[in-house]
């Protein structure tokens, strides 16, 4: 039995195996799949996502940007296409919603990003700091 255990970025995902473990990459998969819409989990998406994690890493990471892009569009424009729908205080509600979100839409993105990176072979090797 292996000891090897990699070494892991602090965002990396508590859900996904680190690379080179066991099932690292079904790991990787489930997490991804569960960021994604449903119908990518059957028909021929899921087929095709099965086969390569690394189009599903991408696909998702695709989403989670195009998502997030949304979200800052929306908040951009909320004050004036909701003020005269809305109360100021329930638009500031919104916005602090939208902020709430949009951190982790980031968050989210950061992961998803590091593990396609790992998914395309790229290893994550912490810096050593010199404090001389």
Excluded at 17 to 29: I, M, N, Q, V
Excluded at 70 to 75: C, F, P, Q, T
Excluded at 89 to 118: C, F, P, S, T, W
Aim: charged share 30%; net charge neutral; proline share 7%.
């Amino acid at each position: 039995m292996s000891d090897f255990k990699p070494t892991l970025p602090a965002d990396w995902p508590t859900q996904v195996a680190g690379p080179g473990l066991p099932d690292w990459e079904k790991s990787a998969s489930k997490w991804l799949i569960d960021h994604a819409p449903g119908a990518w989990r059957d028909g021929l998406s899921g087929q095709i996502y099965r086969r390569a994690p690394l189009m599903l890493a991408r696909d998702v990471r695709y989403l989670v940007e195009a998502h997030l892009a949304g979200l800052r569009d929306a908040y951009r424009r909320a004050r004036v296409e909701l003020a005269d729908h809305f109360e100021p205080n329930q638009i500031e509600e919104k916005l602090e919603q939208y902020k709430q979100e949009g951190a982790r839409l980031a968050a989210l993105h950061k992961q998803v990003q590091l593990v396609e990176d790992a998914l395309s072979g790229v290893r994550w090797v912490p810096r050593s700091v010199d404090f001389s």
